[in-house]
């Protein structure tokens, strides 16, 4: 549609407001309240503009544009309007910099001041440079306040981790609210008080650990002033570039901006791109900088000498390494990489295992165990299991069963998929574990009971029982009915709610399951497995395994390609072999539970941080993490994504790619290295079916890897399993062996091998 605004005609979308129309045509209207991810509130009325044939001043942000329109931003009339609603916005904010006659030359006269208990102007605020009000204040001319200052002299509220919230710099535009309503599915914040002492707070105002908050970080990113900030950040100096990483904390594949000041990471931002779309969670916002630069990160090569680990040389402890290995039988020799690294490390670990080393048994951990779940599956029944869900999908689906899973924790993006979806009409199952939160509270929630197999089989009955035939053309009905009548009378007692889960899945299309590898685990994982593929068949349902760790697709898809059939690919088969006396050498560069006294005679340790398995090998070499290194990373929907090193190697430590490069030279194989990265990656193209026509210099999360099993659809008879608890615990977080614990302020934080620091529980 067309519309005027200050003279010029605008084109814009149907249903844009005007604010929006404005900021399409590059037409500057001031607002605070306004954000592009959240409703149009209306708050601050700094965005008021004249509309011909209204009477009234409209708010350009929660005014619909409509064909023709004629609109005014700039008439006197509403300036001296901006002025004095302004005015009234920092009668209770301190505003002696944003009209001080010298705050052009400030910055050259004084030096910010940031570590500070409280702020009194811009020179003393963590927001100074970045804070939305500045812009505002400069735009509308204001250069005197006439109102009396009201100072709230409110507490600046520490209690909680991560971030400070000092609601004295508070301007009341609820964006912290509405995000963490309408974006994060939490709703801990509300506006409290009434009048003059309205603030922004918790029910009972308890500390947000209290209160259900998750620590996103969401709040922290909207906050247009210094209201709400980092308190790692607050006394730092502010970055000076920035440089973009793939989140390697779970395997949503978030986008992340890392701000660095001589080579060091300040902060840890969300970029506004696929997947994530300017959202993280609290590892990836909070927790980067500590993983990188946390205590106990291995700066140097070293050996053991006489019982003990001595620094030495890198090139002396490549060459003890290759003796040591050299020394055993190849068969008798085992590789444990790591998956979660860039996928150029994942496919040389795997080249120098096979072809190098001859190792007996090379071994990815954390193993992509929904992968290789859902393989083995579709192998046995000779089915084709989606290999590519989006997680758009879930957003678009009209009704969701998310089958035992910890959304909020192991798959945050795919949880804010599902809060669009439910705050769009969608009906949420939640079996097992139920999200805090209005999209948890409306779930239609499913006792799992002791064994999570029952529990699928009867929601199967209840779809049976209200729903239709089933598609036509589908076999092996009879045979999936037949195995359900055997189960005998149904175990539960929820039957209403059950047919109502029914019911809602066979009447809301497209309809969506969503599972992990915990949630068909245990002793009848397999069966609950067929019985979820069984539901998706009966009401047409998109079948989701979600990943739990970076990279699992791309290790999956390597180690199918590049490893020969029937080859054992678990960490028991290693345990076993090192507890029979089997393997002689270990080349240990993933993270393992402390191997404790099944240490091989000879062990060497390829890592970023010190650990139990580090503290007692022959030989250390100390590897760079996953932001100094770089690389190519697959995310749980197959997209590719590839960034470029954001920070130095510390000390002497190398990337992973560049260590097997030179031990391989030392082993009789000097053709190991490649040239460059992008080499790598063409290597693995033409290896690797999934790969094939991947872009040379990586990919951008466009690319998805391609290639669908073969298979027909057809519903599968279910045998029972062995009666025991149809469910695990879930496993632990990849921590490394004996993880250095920091806790702090409730949240036990797990800081081990290969830096991946993650939560392992909030009390």
Request: charged fraction near 25%; glycine fraction near 10%; include cysteine.
């Amino acid at each position: 549609m067309k519309l005027t605004i200050d003279g010029r005609e605008v084109v814009c979308r149907s249903g844009a407001t005007l604010l929006e129309a404005a900021r399409g045509a590059g037409i500057f209207i001031p607002s605070l309240c306004d954000h592009r991810d959240l409703a149009p509130f209306a708050g601050c009325r700094i965005c008021l503009v004249e509309v011909s044939g209204r009477k009234d001043f409209a708010p350009a942000c929660a005014t619909a544009a409509e064909e023709g329109q004629v609109v005014r931003t700039r008439t006197p009339e509403i300036a001296a309007l901006r002025k004095k609603i302004l005015e009234f916005i920092l009668a209770q904010h301190p505003y002696a910099c944003l009209v001080c006659p010298e705050k052009t030359t400030c910055d050259d006269l004084k030096s910010t001041i940031r570590k500070v208990g409280e702020v009194t102007g811009c020179v003393l605020c963590p927001a100074n440079g970045g804070c939305e009000l500045q812009k505002v204040a400069i735009d509308v001319g204001l250069d005197k306040v006439d109102l009396p200052a009201a100072y709230r002299n409110l507490e600046v509220r520490r209690e909680d981790p991560f971030f400070d919230r000092d609601y004295n710099l508070c301007i009341l535009c609820g964006r912290c609210i509405r995000v963490c309503e309408e974006i994060r599915g939490a709703a801990v914040l509300s506006f409290i008080h009434r009048g003059g002492r309205t603030e922004v707070g918790t029910a009972l105002d308890r500390p947000l650990l209290a209160s259900g908050c998750r620590f996103c970080g969401a709040c922290v990113d909207v906050c247009p002033t210094g209201a709400l900030v980092e308190r790692a950040v607050r006394p730092r100096p502010r970055a000076s570039r920035s440089a973009a990483i793939v989140c390697p904390f779970c395997a949503q594949g978030c986008v992340l901006a890392l701000g660095i000041r001589e080579d060091k990471v300040v902060e840890s931002r969300p970029i506004d791109i696929q997947p994530n779309l300017g959202q993280a969670c609290v590892r990836g916002r909070f927790l980067v900088r500590g993983a990188i630069e946390g205590p106990g990160r291995i700066l140097g090569p070293y050996i053991r000498d006489n019982g003990v680990l001595k620094p030495v040389s890198f090139d002396d402890a490549l060459d003890r390494a290759a003796a040591g290995l050299r020394a055993a039988a190849e068969a008798r020799r085992a590789l444990i990489y790591p998956s979660q690294v860039p996928l150029e490390d994942a496919f040389l670990f795997l080249d120098f295992g096979r072809g190098v080393l001859k190792a007996g048994s090379v071994v990815a951990e954390p193993a992509p165990a929904i992968a290789r779940t859902l393989e083995a599956f579709a192998a046995g029944h000779g089915l084709p299991v989606p290999a590519n869900p989006k997680l758009s999908d879930i957003e678009d689906s009209k009704a969701i069963l998310a089958w035992d899973l910890d959304l909020t924790v192991d798959h945050p993006i795919a949880w804010l998929k599902v809060v669009r979806a439910v705050l769009g009409g969608a009906a949420f199952i939640a079996a097992g574990k139920v999200p805090a939160g209005p999209a948890g509270y409306a779930a239609l929630k499913l006792d799992l009971g002791k064994e999570a197999s029952d529990a699928a089989a009867d929601l199967a009955s209840a779809i049976l029982r209200t729903t239709a035939a089933p598609k036509p053309g589908l076999d092996g009905f009879e045979e999936f009915t037949a195995s359900l009548a055997a189960r005998g009378p149904s175990l539960r007692r929820s039957r209403r709610t059950f047919e109502e889960a029914a019911r809602a899945m066979t009447a809301n299309t497209p309809s969506i399951i969503l599972f992990d590898a915990d949630s068909v685990a245990g002793p009848s994982g397999a069966e609950t497995l067929a019985w979820l593929w069984n539901i998706s068949l009966l009401v047409g349902a998109r079948f989701f395994a979600l990943s739990r760790g970076a990279n699992e697709r791309g290790v999956q898809e390597l180690d199918r390609a590049l490893l020969p059939p029937g080859a054992r690919r678990d960490l028991e088969g290693i345990r076993a072999g090192l507890k029979a006396g089997a393997i002689e050498a270990l080349y240990l560069a993933g993270p393992v539970p402390d191997l404790g006294g099944l240490e091989p005679p000879f062990l060497v340790c390829q890592d970023t941080h010190w650990s139990g398995n580090a503290e007692r090998a022959d030989v250390v070499l100390p590897a760079a993490a996953f932001a100094e290194s770089g690389g190519t990373w697959v995310n749980t929907e197959g997209g590719v994504r590839t960034y470029p090193a954001a920070l130095p190697f510390p000390g002497s430590a190398r990337p992973d790619r560049a260590i097997l490069a030179a031990l391989a030279e030392r082993l009789g194989h000097p053709g190991f290295a490649r040239p460059d990265d992008a080499a790598i990656l063409r290597e693995i193209g033409g290896r690797v079916a999934a790969f094939s026509g991947c872009p040379p210099g990586g990919g951008d999360g466009k690319f998805v890897l391609h290639g669908e099993p073969a298979g027909t659809l057809r519903f599968v008879a279910v045998s029972p399993a062995a009666r025991g608890r149809g469910r695990r615990p879930a496993a632990e977080p990849v921590s490394g062996p004996r993880p250095r614990r920091e806790v702090l302020r409730g949240f036990d934080l797990v800081a081990g091998s290969r830096g991946y620091a993650k939560i392992r529980s909030v009390r």
